[in-house]
């Protein structure tokens, strides 16, 4: 069985700032089903990348997702205000990490 | 615009059961997968359960088999969640989602809180 793996927990940052947000698999996925979703308190997530690398609709191109095997990767190249949220990682269309929370 | 509603949450005791609802609309329903995901309030998500576009196959997490059952109707635009023998920890907020892009889910509902006490 799978199990994703998100590093770090928490990642302390201030506007304008990069942040790179991990996620690793336990075994090498084999398909290109990795996905990435932002989550504020009090809603519902919202989808930033799917496939990999491809941004959902509507998605700022600020993000940016990369990655293979067991090691993916979610950028975020200048942070907004409004980006400091929780972010999942999800393979298969199933498998959720357990998050990072970026915050300020 | 695409809209997804959840309904049918609530309190219900130990070893109760609930049906949830999620009624959609802005989109051709029935050519996509659709799921549903829930969430501990504070905690991560977790997907529960999901069915394809054509009724025929459908998907569980471990802890759900054999008491939850995922449901769809193509013809009403509906996807339905028949939850059995709830346990405290089904407790959760509960979200319905639809994946119109490969191995995802792109437009989710706004949740429906299930308490089992």
């Known amino acids: 069985e799978i199990v994703l793996t998100q590093s770090p927990g928490t990642l302390s940052l201030s506007p304008g700032e990069r942040a790179t947000l991990s996620c690793r698999a336990s075994?090498?996925?084999?398909?290109?089903?990795l996905a990435w979703y932002q989550q504020k308190p009090g809603q519902a997530p919202r989808l930033l990348i799917y496939g990999v690398s491809t941004r959902a609709s509507g998605i700022p191109d600020r993000f940016s997702g990369s990655g293979s095997g067991t090691d993916f990767t979610l950028t975020i190249s200048r942070l907004e205000p409004e980006d400091f949220a929780v972010y999942y990682c999800?393979?298969?269309?199933?498998?959720f990490g357990p998050g990072t929370k970026v915050d300020i | 615009e695409v809209h997804l509603v959840e309904s049918g949450g609530g309190l219900v005791q130990p070893g109760g059961s609930l049906r949830l609802s999620c009624a959609a609309s802005g989109f051709t329903f029935s050519h996509y997968w659709m799921t549903w995901v829930r969430q501990v309030p504070g905690k991560g998500l977790e997907w529960v359960a999901s069915i394809e576009n054509d009724v025929s196959k459908k998907h569980y997490v471990d802890s759900v088999k054999g008491r939850f059952t995922i449901s769809r109707d193509n013809d009403k635009n509906s996807l339905h969640l028949q939850m059995n023998s709830l346990r405290a920890d089904d407790t959760a907020v509960y979200f319905c989602g639809t994946s119109r892009v490969p191995g995802a889910y792109d437009v989710w509902g706004q949740g429906t809180m299930i308490t089992v006490s």
């Open positions: 075994q090498s996925v084999t398909s290109t089903f």
């Open positions: 999800q393979q298969d269309g199933y498998l």
